[in-house]
């Protein structure tokens, strides 16, 4: 038998054709640059501070010491560095976004969804601890402050916009709303329960934040009003407003936090007489303000969000105090003490950043509104900026604090 003789050096299946080899260098060469040009940029750029689109602060290049190297800090800091300095950093954020939910047609991105044109912070499993926790912190303050106080106690939870979402879409993901309800209805007992979701709408809540629009919660509030005036002691909860512009374009902190960006929208406010003279007193700084801080539309620097145009933005403690209803100065008492509102109507909210945008529309029915949020105030020395007597008292909370309740404040174990 004839033994056939093979030529290794025939034995390529696939021979390299002449254009081939140009071309691996040429990529090879094209690589080399981009990331000759990423290591440049570090070297020339001058590094960000604040990252405007996710409203937070960079990372910093940290200090080159022998201890941090040993003890594996530099090089966990420098990681941070480089991933938020790396250059175009947003525009590849929005690449892999678009690549996620478009090209691998993934439902959401990180937690995030696109739906009905609206971004959307998609919470899918109901965490009864947190339900359980909130319930607990406000059965803690109506323990405290309000069992013999003559005060009439009402709660509201506020759905988020993937309640809505699931309306116009049952295969839409979101937790047991229902679940929800009824485990706060057995935990909150002491309180009258209001239900504001059939006011609501998916267009009531701002595209590209989670929160709500105020031009949208006028329903909403006179639900709320009418609901806590079964003693007749407020004023009509009727108000005739006028709709101004806050800002032409605005972009919710969505939009940052998803690494996607939408059209923007313009921010309304509502206002009247009632609104344009009321006073906001800030325990902070013992500050007086206007309901409408324009200072927020303005101002660029870390952390800033538009919608805290509404009340300053987070505070613990805040009095609306409607100033048409103070007595004249000739009202006042010789002695110049401060005048008191007459036949005072009041209403205390323990709320999140949501009431900040509705409570001004309470101002239909109460002369004084004091706004109190535990996440930035301890609960068990309320008692010493506040007596609670006889007023109309609103637990206030959207559903995406409830389930994730941690923020609240616990009271101080050697509380007074």
């Not at 010491?65 to 954020?93: C, H, W």
């Not at 806590?228 to 909860?237: H, Y």
């Not at 929208?265 to 007086?288: K, Q």
């Amino acid at each position: 038998m004839k033994q056939i003789k093979i030529d290794k050096k025939k034995t390529d299946i696939r021979p390299q054709n002449t254009w081939q080899k140009p071309l691996q260098l040429l990529m090879l060469a094209v690589l080399f640059l981009c990331w000759l040009s990423v290591g440049l940029s570090y070297l020339i750029s001058e590094p960000n501070d604040y990252s405007a689109a996710e409203r937070r602060r960079l990372a910093s290049a940290p200090a080159l010491t022998f201890s941090s190297i040993k003890n594996g800090f530099y090089l966990s800091s420098m990681e941070n560095y480089v991933k938020d300095q790396f250059p175009a950093r947003d525009s590849f954020r929005n690449v892999k976004t678009a690549s996620s939910l478009y090209g691998f047609l993934r439902l959401q991105d990180n937690g995030y969804a696109i739906r009905d044109g609206h971004l959307a912070l998609m919470d899918m499993t109901l965490n009864e601890s947190s339900v359980t926790y909130a319930c607990t912190q406000m059965q803690y303050l109506y323990d405290t402050y309000l069992a013999d106080s003559g005060c009439h106690v009402y709660y509201c939870i506020i759905p988020d916009k993937n309640y809505y979402l699931q309306l116009s879409d049952p295969s839409y993901p979101t937790l047991d709303y229902e679940a929800m309800d009824t485990q706060i209805q057995d935990l909150l007992d002491f309180a009258s329960p209001i239900d504001i979701r059939n006011d609501l709408a998916l267009s009531s809540f701002f595209r590209t934040d989670t929160h709500w629009k105020q031009e949208s919660l006028v329903p909403a509030a006179n639900t709320i009003l009418s609901a806590m005036s079964a003693d007749d002691r407020l004023t009509s909860s009727t108000e005739e407003y006028s709709i101004e512009t806050a800002l032409d374009s605005f972009h919710g902190v969505l939009c940052g936090n998803m690494g996607w960006d939408i059209p923007s929208e313009p921010m309304h406010y509502l206002t009247n007489d009632r609104i344009r003279s009321a006073e906001a007193v800030h325990l902070e700084n013992n500050g007086c303000n206007t309901v409408y801080d324009p200072y927020y539309l303005s101002y660029d620097g870390p952390g800033v969000d538009p919608y805290s145009f509404f009340l300053s933005g987070s505070s613990a403690f805040v009095t609306i105090k409607n100033t048409a209803a103070l007595p004249a100065a000739s009202e006042t008492s010789a002695a110049g003490e401060q005048p008191s509102i007459m036949q005072s109507r009041e209403l205390i909210v323990f709320r999140d950043s949501f009431g900040s945008s509705i409570a001004p529309l309470f101002l239909a029915g109460y002369d004084q509104i004091t706004l109190i949020d535990t996440r930035y105030i301890n609960p068990s020395i309320l008692g010493d900026y506040i007596t609670f007597t006889d007023q109309d008292v609103l637990f206030l909370y959207s559903t995406l604090l409830i389930n994730s309740s941690y923020s609240l404040k616990a009271p101080a174990q050697n509380s007074h």
